[in-house]
């Protein structure tokens, strides 16, 4: 990768594990300051002391107010707004109201929260790069995965959205999709249950987090009047979000 991030700050949310902490990683071996933020501060800062320029910072991105305290006076040139989880996958009409809520307000408001206190900040500065973390869920949904479909459907639009209100003010945006990536997504997603985690990848051969981590590096390293919009990632072996070759 030939161009440099030198002299500017990243912003990484959910920074503690998987594609964020991989993002954090390859934006500071191009030169970037990064912010890591998440709620595992231990995780945070073991990831921070084995980079240059790093800090991290305690958030939850579902408490607007704690984001807009943190973020709003933070002089950034990077967001990524990649914090994310899913709860479950079962039919909608068994799901858990109070697992919609935990992939609501995480998925859709959080990223919200976070780019109502930093993009008024890029904007001003007439430079930047916002990337969200959508998912291949948010082109197609797959059966039991209904509020997760949803609130990656909703990242889309607002990556649309963020387009058409902020766009052409110099300040780039990039949804970045990938398929299935190996990380503690689904640990996370079964409440713990590594060996139904395990299930999930097995016989294929999924993305390693590093895969999209580059991905996110090649776009913010374009010049800069070149707009990575849309980055769709899947597998070799997954070709829809239904359809995965195994054991081939
Ligand atoms: P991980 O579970 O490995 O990482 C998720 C990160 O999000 C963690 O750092 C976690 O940190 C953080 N996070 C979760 N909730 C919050 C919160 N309320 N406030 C702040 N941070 C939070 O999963 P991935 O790396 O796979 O997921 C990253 C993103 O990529 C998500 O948006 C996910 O939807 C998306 N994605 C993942 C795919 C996959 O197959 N893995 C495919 C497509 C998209 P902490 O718990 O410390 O707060
Ligand atoms: C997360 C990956 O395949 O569960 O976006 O939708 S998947």
Not at 189 to 201: E, M, N, P, T
């Amino acid at each position: 990768m030939q161009a440099t991030l030198s002299g500017k700050t990243a912003l990484i949310t959910g920074a503690s594990s998987g594609i964020g902490a991989a993002t954090a990683r390859a934006l500071s071996q191009l030169g970037a300051s990064v912010i890591l933020a998440a709620r595992r501060t231990d995780r945070l800062e073991a990831l921070a002391a084995s980079l240059d320029r790093a800090s991290t910072l305690a958030l939850d991105v579902r408490d607007a107010a704690a984001v807009r305290g943190a973020l709003e006076s933070l002089d950034l040139d990077l967001v990524v707004c990649n914090a994310g989880l899913g709860v479950g996958v079962g039919p909608l009409q068994e799901g858990a109201p109070e697992a919609w809520d935990r992939m609501i307000d995480t998925n859709v408001k959080g990223v919200l929260h976070t780019l109502r206190a930093t993009l008024p900040g890029l904007l001003r500065k007439g430079a930047g790069d916002v990337v969200l973390l959508g998912s291949v869920a948010g082109r197609q949904v797959y059966p039991g995965g209904n509020v997760y479909n949803a609130t990656k459907h909703a990242v889309r639009a607002i990556y649309e959205a963020l387009r058409l209100d902020a766009g052409s003010r110099g300040v780039r945006f990039t949804t970045v999709d990938p398929g299935m990536v190996e990380t503690e997504f689904s640990v996370v997603r079964f409440g713990g249950d590594q060996a139904a985690a395990d299930k999930v990848y097995a016989g294929m051969r999924p993305l390693d987090p590093e895969d999209v981590a580059d991905a996110i590096a090649y776009a913010v390293t374009r010049p800069a009047h070149v707009n990575i919009g849309e980055l769709v990632i899947w597998p070799t072996d997954q070709s829809s979000t239904r359809d995965v070759r195994r054991d081939a």
